[in-house]
């Protein structure tokens, strides 16, 4: 792993000085230089970076450098599903990439789900030497990979290009940062957190976004965004973002709400009964059956938490 072509000898002349001679130690004609007392030949080290590679991590079966040609793309380093570890978010695929090494970095995101529908289609995206790809879990894993790659991006801004960064909140599998692709909307930020769970309000959301008045002071403005168009495609209620765009997911209202009472004694189906709000004692009894033959109703004895609790106090 030397460096051949970058060797240097560092020589002290009969004056006392230090020179430097760049050496090629695969040319005949450096390689015939003679050499003198004293003389001091570093030969440096190859780096450590790969040419003509792309590089898979994450949560794939193979991860690893793969060689790069001209045409190569995503699911020519993945070929199929089995290439994948279970539990995989395959709707997000994060892309890093450096098209001049020590040049700002660029980050996109690509579906391989629609990828491996359609290998002829975009989401089949081309890759270029020197990119990383990044597989993620449902489960963890995400942010750790992102936020080294969003210090890259915030090393990249200045105060004409602010950081290419969003956000987003709620209930979504993965809330956090993400980096702003060019052309990304609120379907692809939500791609990117994971998709929404199982509790998501669906019917609308809230985009916060952030502008500086004439270099004065920032502002901030609220907008509803339309979850359910977003969600059924509609091109319309799908925003394009802008850096520091911040989205936030609610949850179906009373999504908790799983309130019970139970049925004991001279009932037909004694036992716990889940109830809806504004329901009353006689349609839960009704549920139960009814009293049986030997119920006494005049006997009944009604217990509710904040009852004893109040009791509890006045004793």
């Known amino acids: 792993d030397a460096y051949r072509h970058g060797a240097r000898l560092e020589r002290y002349t009969k004056s006392g000085e230090r020179r430097i001679i760049s050496v090629n130690l695969d040319s005949e004609q450096d390689l015939r230089l003679p050499v003198e007392a004293g003389d001091i030949l570093m030969v440096p080290k190859a780096l450590a970076d790969l040419e003509d590679t ?121 809330p956090g940062m993400y980096p702003l692709e060019p052309g990304m909307r609120v379907s692809d930020l939500i791609r990117a957190g994971g998709r929404l769970t199982e509790e998501a309000y669906t019917l609308k959301a809230e985009l916060s976004r952030y502008s500086t008045v004439n270099g004065e002071y920032r502002v901030t403005d609220i907008s509803d965004i339309d979850l359910d168009g977003v969600l059924r495609g509609d091109a319309g209620a799908d925003v394009e973002l802008r850096e520091h765009d911040h989205l936030r997911i609610t949850r179906v209202p009373e999504w908790e709400s799983n309130w019970s009472v139970s049925l004991e004694g001279e009932v037909r189906f004694p036992g716990e009964y889940r109830i809806r709000r504004g329901e009353t004692l006689r349609e839960v009894l009704e549920r139960a059956g009814g009293l049986t033959d030997e119920a006494f109703p005049e006997g009944a004895i009604f217990l509710r938490e904040a009852l004893k609790e109040r009791e509890q106090e006045q004793i």
């Open 54 to 174: 792309v590089v898979l991590e994450g949560h794939v079966q193979r991860p690893g450098p793969h060689q790069w040609r001209p045409g190569l793309r995503l699911t020519d380093i993945i070929p199929s599903p089995a290439d994948l570890k279970p539990g995989v978010d395959d709707n997000y695929v994060l892309i890093r990439r450096e098209l001049v090494r020590g040049r700002p970095i660029q980050v996109l995101s690509a579906d391989l789900g629609a990828a491996f529908a359609n290998p002829a289609g975009p989401e089949n995206v081309p890759l270029v030497a020197r990119d990383k790809v990044f597989v993620f879990s449902l489960a963890y894993g995400r942010q750790r990979v992102i936020e080294p790659l969003l210090d890259e991006i915030r090393l990249q801004s200045t105060f004409d290009k602010p950081a290419q960064q969003v956000e987003i909140a709620g209930y979504v599998r993965a």
